[in-house]
């Protein structure tokens, strides 16, 4: 008898199934009905990336990471730096980190590295969102192809939801150091930090 086990981390269920067959039917519905329900799971980020390395990182790494020494002691790949960011957030930060805030503070440490600028969503309510964005970075918005009023204070953007607008219709862009971030709200929470291949270490 064949005991398999399904965890759904998106949807926090975990479903115990006896035999391959039921297993097969059960996560090729659960990937249907996941891509379904995607552009619906998008929302705010619960840690703001930038803010963790700013109080947890800093102080060894230096504001923005200015103190890494990638050319000399960097990770020799992405899954070297996955391994290097979980440990040094748990053992040395004090504040372990895992899935979704593990994967943002990757894509923050990648924009550091790459010098790309770097958006996130963190925040959402009373008809207005907000996020981090790489300091001094130009920010824009727009909704269904017309520009959107954004403020920009101290590495955070925020704005007023246009009339008739949902979150997941909004795209907001970055300006950094000459490269652009695109944060598109029906798809994810945090820009991809500029996702590197393993021979760029």
């Known amino acids: 008898m064949l005991l398999a086990r399904l965890n759904i981390i998106e949807a926090g269920i975990d479903v115990r199934y006896v035999g391959g067959a039921a297993l097969l039917v059960v996560a090729s519905a659960a990937v249907l009905v996941g891509a379904a329900n995607e552009r ?13 390395f700013a109080f947890r990182c800093a102080s060894c ?5 200015r103190y890494f020494d990638w050319e000399n002691s960097g990770p ?13 957030c ?24 790459a010098g790309h600028a770097f958006l996130d969503w963190t925040y959402s309510g009373g008809g207005k969102l907000g996020g981090e964005v790489t300091n001094g970075a130009s920010v ?27 979150a997941s219709d909004l795209v907001i ?4 150091n000459g490269k652009r971030a695109v944060l598109r709200l029906d798809r994810e929470a945090v820009t991809d930090g500029a996702w590197l291949p393993d021979s760029a270490f």
């Open 76 to 88: 020799s790949s992405d899954a070297a730096l996955r391994r290097t960011v979980a440990s040094e």
């Open 61 to 65: 790494h230096g504001p923005s990471g």
């Open 40 to 52: 619906a799971r998008v929302g705010p980020l619960a840690r703001a990336p930038a803010a963790y």
């Open 173 to 176: 862009y970055a300006m950094a």
């Open 90 to 113: 748990s053992d040395k930060a004090g504040a372990p980190l895992a899935g979704t805030a593990l994967d943002a503070e990757i894509a923050y440490v990648r924009s550091l590295y």
């Open 140 to 166: 824009t918005a727009s909704f269904v192809g017309k520009a959107v009023p954004v403020s920009y204070s101290n590495g955070h953007w925020s704005l007023a939801l246009p009339k008739g607008a949902a």
